[in-house]
């Protein structure tokens, strides 16, 4: 797994512009690494997402621990309890839930968000019901920074007005339960939305770091950093070549990834099966190859290092060291 | 991850009566666990198929290298031929093309199969050049143990008798290779062709050991025997339920998961989104609930670990060992 790191600083650059700070959230889901993490805190950015409990452990040991969301529910917040009192970090919980906010406590988290349905059919609240869970969270001693809510269901949308007005839909739906919630935080957002949303007071990008094919559809600013180098080990004289790069080591759940120039029929476990365009040839035994994940996130997650490149030269390997859960 | 363990067992001994001892090679891809294969080679099958080169590795350290067939292509063999210097394990490789054969000889490994297209298009020589692609083996020092050969392109064909009728084309043409290679060694099949194949003299089946919803659409007697155990931890009422098994746990390749009595929506990195079909009722907070996966092979290398039970209990952890490349 390669990153180019020139795209990688193209793009920290261009969103760092946009949202500087901490009004930029980076989601460590995307990239699940701490020298990855390390390179967004030092330019900044030192407020994190994260989806899992391992993710936390991670930044926190990591020393990354100075604002650690876990943008998702939990009812064993245990280990979280245990990261908070040894004041290695400031761990905030979202909770959507009496069962959620009350496991949140159990554990001795301090702080929550409140989880906000604002149209993807995932965690949150209705947004009404938002000021009555902060209540109840108050009532168990819990800090109550906010709400955020993702317009996952819109992000990824390619017209750019429909994105827009499906945005603007979404945090209208925040915003209201904001009101009814108080607190400093409104979070939300992602890379799809990065300049669709203006209602944030923080942002939760991550892909924008890497990038994949899926996001690369939109009209998005941010380079493509991220693929798997191949090697092609056999031919066929029928007409297709096949590389080392299977579907163990890539996110599936977006489909096939690309090859430039070349049509990819099929992955299997360790093998990916592809053939020229109309008028190209078919790639030689021993060629490298780069094939660019449709996903990025869950296809990181397969790798255990990321080699960083400025150009051709290896220049740093980072570990891919938030995996499992 | 959860082995069921009954399960586990009634598959094992189901396929070692019709494949016992040497006649089966398991292919460690689909579990990536030395804990399983040592259970299978505890019951005489003692020759195991891999996928990657740290697979080999892993085996034969955990001292499983009777007979390990690195099932796969590659350019690049010197970290096999060191374990083979070691002597921890026989190892033999599978070959298409000169170059293969090259870098196999180069690395100081011994033996080789030769690969045959049989009709799926990915790695394998044509039938008519195995004898040549043997001869120069043999030229270069290296046994040739025979010929292998995968009809993975009709092993899920769900019609009886095109499967068998597919399985029956392809073999010939890896029998007509044969005759042209010689050796001892007729590899192939899998485990959708475990009662279609009459023509291998080893099977290189995985999926049975655990199955899942993409092999249960064939007339199999083997049974499901892993899962991933989820928590429900957030709920609407609008009429879906959330649970923290997400795409990042799971092969997506052959697309989403199954829940039983219950409609699954979609999968995000750490959540599935579900409801219930007609006339059932939303999950609630706190439930435990079964994800069932539509592939092992990638679901079980996203995972560290196994939980093995035996009924409600968990008997034992199997490491999932074989992981990366």
Redesign the interface.
């Known amino acids: 797994m390669v990153i180019d790191l020139d795209a990688f600083e193209h793009n920290v650059a261009t969103m760092g512009i946009a949202w500087p700070g901490r009004t930029l959230r980076p989601h460590v889901?995307a990239f699940k690494s701490t020298a990855l993490a390390r390179r967004l805190a030092e330019v900044g950015h030192t407020a994190f997402c994260c989806?899992?409990t391992r993710e936390v452990e991670g930044m926190a040991a990591a020393g990354l621990g100075d604002d650690l969301l876990l943008a998702?529910?939990?009812?064993d917040a245990t280990r979280l309890g245990v990261v908070a009192a040894r004041g290695e970090a400031r761990i905030t919980v979202a909770v959507?839930?009496s069962?959620?906010i009350a496991a949140a406590a159990a554990a001795g988290i301090r702080e929550v968000l409140i989880d906000v349905?604002v149209g993807m059919?995932?965690?949150?609240c209705?947004p009404a019901d938002a000021g009555q869970l902060a209540d109840q969270a108050r009532r168990l001693g819990l800090g109550v920074r906010g709400v955020m809510g993702y317009e996952?269901h819109v992000v990824g949308v390619a017209d750019r007005q429909q994105r827009e007005e499906g945005v603007a839909a979404s945090m209208a739906l925040l915003l209201e339960a904001h009101d009814l919630v108080g607190g400093e935080v409104v979070s939300g957002g992602g890379t799809g939305s990065w300049d669709a949303n203006r209602w944030v007071t923080e942002l939760q990008a991550g892909s924008y770091t890497l990038m994949d094919t899926h996001y690369a559809k939109l009209d998005l600013p941010f380079r493509r950093a991220l693929h798997i180098e191949g090697?092609v080990?056999?031919?066929?004289?029928?007409g297709?070549a096949?590389a080392?790069v299977g579907?163990?080591?890539l996110?599936?759940?977006h489909g096939l990834p690309r090859i430039d120039d070349q049509a990819v029929?099929f992955?299997?476990?360790?093998?990916v099966?592809f053939g020229p365009r109309t008028g190209g040839s078919v790639a030689n035994?021993?060629d490298r190859v780069s094939v660019w994940p449709a996903h990025i996130?869950?296809t990181i997650?397969?790798h255990?290092r990321l080699h960083v490149c400025r150009g051709d030269q290896v220049v740093d390997e980072w570990a891919v060291d938030l995996r499992?859960?």
Not at 72 to 75: C, R, S
Not at 121 to 124: A, L
Not at 233 to 238: A, E, Q, Y
Request: glycine share 10%; hydrophobic share 25%.
């Open positions: 889901k989806a899992t998702n529910e939990v009812l959507d839930s069962e959620t349905d059919p995932r965690c949150g209705a996952g090697t080990i056999s031919r066929s004289p029928k297709w096949v080392d579907l163990k080591c996110g599936m759940d029929w992955c299997s476990d360790e093998h099966t035994i021993g996130d869950p997650a397969c255990e499992g859960w």
